[in-house]
Nanobody, 120 residues
Framework: QVQLVESGGGLVQSGGSLRLSCAAS????????MGWYRQAPGGQRELVAS??????IEYADFVKGRFTISRDNPRNLDLQMNSLKPEDTAVYYC???????????????WGQGTQVTVSS
């Protein structure tokens, strides 16, 4: 199992920056993908950015050029968010996907979420 704890959310003005961090513990060496998702009030949870263990990165179109995901060590995942907009306001969740090869099964793990609020 994997435990995820996010930090770094808060209130920022439009155009400002925030950095989110996610600390992973447990079976971290079984993680194949880590990512950030967000969910706005009344909306569905959506992918913001993800990074595979091999290094490939995926960004949602709405954050390209503004957000940067990084994973400098197996335990930590960061999201640098620049040029924030009011529409970026949401709860941001850290996600990890693990794979148990022997069972040919993947598991999803989620953090508790951290609120990001961007004022206009």
């Amino acid at each position: 199992q994997v435990q995820l704890v996010e930090s770094g959310g808060g209130l920022v003005q439009s155009g400002g920056s925030l950095r989110l961090s996610c600390a992973a513990s447990g079976s971290i060496f079984s993680i194949k993908t880590m990512g950030w998702y967000r969910q706005a009030p009344g909306g569905q949870r959506e992918l913001v950015a993800s990074i595979r263990t091999g290094g490939s990165i995926e960004y949602a179109d709405f954050v390209k050029g503004r957000f940067t995901i990084s994973r400098d060590n197996p335990r930590n995942l960061d999201l640098q968010m620049n040029s924030l907009k009011p529409e970026d306001t949401a709860v941001y969740y850290c996600n990890a996907v693990t794979r148990v090869v022997a069972l040919n099964t993947e598991y999803d793990y989620w953090g508790q979420g951290t609120q990001v609020t961007v004022s206009s």
